[in-house]
Nanobody, 120 residues
């Protein structure tokens, strides 16, 4: 079993910054991909940022230059630094980790979601 715990989001003014974190625990052998998704009200969930072993980082165009995804391998944690926030960044943010368990099975785990609200 792999569990993820996300940090609390919050309310921030446009132009402000916020940092999200997501920590994994459980029977983890390796984490191969770490991602952040978001879902705005009445919209589909979208992939915001990804960091993958041997691949590097990818971002959706709307956040390039403003968001930075990073990881701490020792703690199986992933972070999302969000700068120059815009009202369109409002939504519930979910982390997703994929990897291998200690019993050599594949896991995909999701965080509980955290609400980020950007006011204009």
């Amino acid at each position: 079993q792999v569990q993820l715990v996300e940090s609390v989001g919050g309310l921030v003014q446009a132009g402000g910054s916020l940092r999200l974190s997501c920590a994994a625990s459980g029977t983890i052998f390796s984490v191969d991909v770490m991602e952040w998704y978001r879902q705005a009200p009445e919209k589909q969930r979208e992939l915001v940022a990804r960091i993958a072993s041997g691949v590097g980082t990818n971002y959706v165009d709307s956040v390039k230059g403003r968001f930075t995804i990073s990881r701490n391998n020792a703690e199986n944690a992933v972070y999302l630094q969000m700068n120059s926030l815009k009202p369109d960044d409002t939504g519930t943010y979910y982390c997703h980790l994929g990897g291998v368990t200690t019993s050599r099975g594949v896991f995909h785990a999701w965080g509980q979601g955290t609400l980020v609200t950007v006011s204009s």
